[in-house]
């Protein structure tokens, strides 16, 4: 069965950390291209980050640039959001999901996803 598997959410105070995992079995990640997303209560989906295929170009929403980080290590077929400096706004379910599709920048990265996970949530809150 081909699916993804997020862990790695929880409550984290503001400025703080937080790492999320993005798992896949029946099919190899290293083969797509990743992308996480959120979702905040009462506001729409939106990209957050995505990762090329080789793990040689990434991509970052403004609103997380330079404080999220996206890797991938392919020999355990995990695609990772090292998440610093969290804020409030920060909040909500973030989704990993992935495309057999070439990087082309942030146009390729957010759309017509094949596979999706079924998200963790994340809170930043004191």
């Known amino acids: 069965q081909l699916q993804i598997v997020e862990s790695g959410g929880g409550l984290v105070q503001p400025g703080g950390s937080l790492r999320l995992s993005c798992a896949a079995s029946?099919?190899?990640?290293?083969?797509?291209?990743v992308s996480w997303f959120r979702q905040a209560p009462g506001k729409e989906r939106e990209g957050v980050s995505c990762?090329?295929?080789?793990?040689?170009?990434?991509n970052y929403a403004n609103s997380v640039r330079g404080r999220f980080t996206i890797s991938r290590d392919k020999s355990k077929n995990v695609v990772y959001l090292q998440m610093n400096a969290l804020k409030p706004e920060d909040t909500a379910i973030y989704y990993c999901a992935a495309v057999q599709r070439t990087y082309n920048g942030a146009v390729s990265c957010y759309n017509d996803m094949d596979y999706w996970g079924k998200g963790t949530q994340v809170t930043v809150s004191s």
């Open positions: 990762i090329s295929q080789r793990g040689d170009w990434e």
């Open positions: 029946g099919f190899t990640l290293g083969d797509y291209l």
